[in-house]
């Protein structure tokens, strides 16, 4: 297991950096995705370029909710609105602790 630091963490997820190689954890409930720095930076994107209603599903229990692919091609993860607002929010703020890490490190 990797030395990691906390970049995000609230009552839903997680987000992790190894110190050495760089890996970023993703813990949402009982899964784990792990991205390498520029997977997880591609995959911010998903989250930025459109809204939750432009790209939400209503799934088989009547639950509005979007699917948002990963680096894994047969590993898609769905969330309702609360979830997926609050996950971005804490991929915004792991994005924030990653520059300021950066700026640190200089």
Known sequence: MCDTTILYEDSEYLI???KSCEKVCVYFQQ???GLSKEE???WKLSFFT???EERAYIFPD???RVIVDTSYPDLQLTFN???Y???KDGIQQALNMMSI???VAF
Do not use: A, G, H, R
Request: glycine letters at 0%; hydrophobic letters at 40%; proline letters at 4%.
């Open 16 to 18: 992790s950096q190894c």
């Open 31 to 33: 899964v784990i995705v």
């Open 40 to 42: 997880f930076l591609d």
């Open 50 to 52: 459109t809204p939750f």
């Open 62 to 64: 009547q639950q509005l």
């Open 81 to 83: 609105k609360t979830q």
């Open 85 to 87: 607002n609050q996950l």
């Open 101 to 103: 890490q950066e700026l």
